[in-house]
């Protein structure tokens, strides 16, 4: 299943990329502001607030602002289209300002069978299923966890080690249209008028230009 699953890497990073080394959690509340003692002076020294109480200047009156974040690090997986990921250099802005969105991989629960079925079966609308495929190093079935879509810098994703093929990558569409909408897309639908049933994947023949 892994190779059909999988499928070669382009020479640029795109949608549906495994990435090795991701970042991800979540912010707290109330925020916490950190900010260095002495830029001049070696890292690892700061002092740290939550933001209503930082002062001088107060909280995000520069932006940006640094903050505490829990997270953790593994194997991610890349969110945007090509073309958004793209767009950044065609707009000629410098690679420091380049980003994309990334969500982690995390292994299918060990033992909760009723769970991990229903995760392999698509059923979990924020999870989306990876399979097994060790040269890669996903060692185990996986799932893509959707609720923690986050923004990193481009640079941060350079250990690729694997890409979605188009056939699961037009499944990946599918499930991702279900968690964002809570809807499930039919394999085909029918005309109201003569009642001929069109397959759904002509209702949505591709990108055809972006508005910005």
Do not use: N
């Not at 002062?55 to 520069?62: E, R, V, Y």
Request: charged share 20%; net charge neutral; proline share 8%.
């Amino acid at each position: 299943m892994g190779p059909v699953f999988f499928g070669p890497l382009s020479d640029k990073l795109s949608q549906g990329d495994v990435v090795t080394g991701i970042p991800w959690g979540l912010i707290d509340d109330p925020i916490t502001v950190c900010r260095p003692v002495d830029t001049s002076k070696a890292e690892g020294k700061a002092t740290y607030a939550t933001a209503a109480a930082t002062k001088s200047p107060t909280a995000f009156k520069k932006s940006p602002e640094s903050i505490f974040a829990a997270a953790h690090s593994g194997l991610g997986m890349v969110l945007w289209h090509d073309c958004q990921i793209d767009k950044f250099g065609s707009q000629q802005k410098p690679p420091t300002k380049w980003f994309a969105a990334v969500a982690p991989l995390l292994s299918v629960p060990q033992h909760d069978q009723k769970a991990a079925t229903a995760i392999r079966d698509g059923l979990r609308r924020a999870f989306f299923f990876v399979p097994a495929y060790p040269e890669i190093g996903v060692t185990v079935d996986s799932y893509v966890d959707l609720r923690h879509v986050w923004s990193v810098k481009q640079s941060i994703l350079s250990a690729r080690v694997g890409t979605l093929s188009q056939a699961a990558r037009d499944g990946f569409y599918r499930h991702l249209f279900g968690f964002l909408t809570q809807r499930t897309l039919l394999d085909e639908f029918k005309c109201p008028g003569c009642g001929h049933l069109t397959p759904m994947e002509q209702a949505f023949p591709g990108a055809v230009g972006d508005a910005e």
